[in-house]
């Protein structure tokens, strides 16, 4: 059964500012808080470093053969494997991403990600924008 994205994510309180005019992030020191926490014990744990109305930046570890299930996004979507190994399917391909590779969806696309070795994505999700009916 496809989910989005979000029903994946966990939820936490963020201490810094989610939107702002610029943010920066030490992605090193993201992911190894995301491995301290409870949840990477169950496999996977994501961060939603930005999140404005219309975009999504978010840091994701998996352990290896932990599987982010099929789910698809409004927006259109670009997943940057910074470590590790994974396989993502979408529209009947397999992808196999390395550190450095980036395969961006359009809007809609299910897909679904399996890690191979334990791994860490840099996902963004660009939404359109609503046109007031």
């Known amino acids: ?76 979507l670009s997943i940057h494997v910074i470590s590790g190994h994974v396989q993502m399917r979408a529209s009947e391909r397999t992808f196999d991403l390395v550190p450095g590779s980036l395969v961006a969806l359009d809007r809609g696309i299910a897909h679904e990600i399996r890690a191979l070795d334990e791994s860490a994505l840099l996902q963004t999700i660009a939404w359109p924008t609503r046109s007031s009916e």
């Open 1 to 76: 059964m496809a989910s989005t994205l979000e029903e994946t994510q966990h939820r936490r309180p963020h201490p810094s500012p989610l939107a702002a005019a610029f943010l920066e992030f030490d992605l090193a020191r993201e992911l190894a808080g995301l491995h301290r926490e409870a949840e990477w014990e169950n496999g996977q744990n994501a961060k939603t470093l930005a999140k404005y109305d219309d975009f999504r930046i978010v840091l994701t570890a998996l352990k290896a053969n932990a599987t982010i299930p099929t789910h698809r996004t409004e927006g259109r």
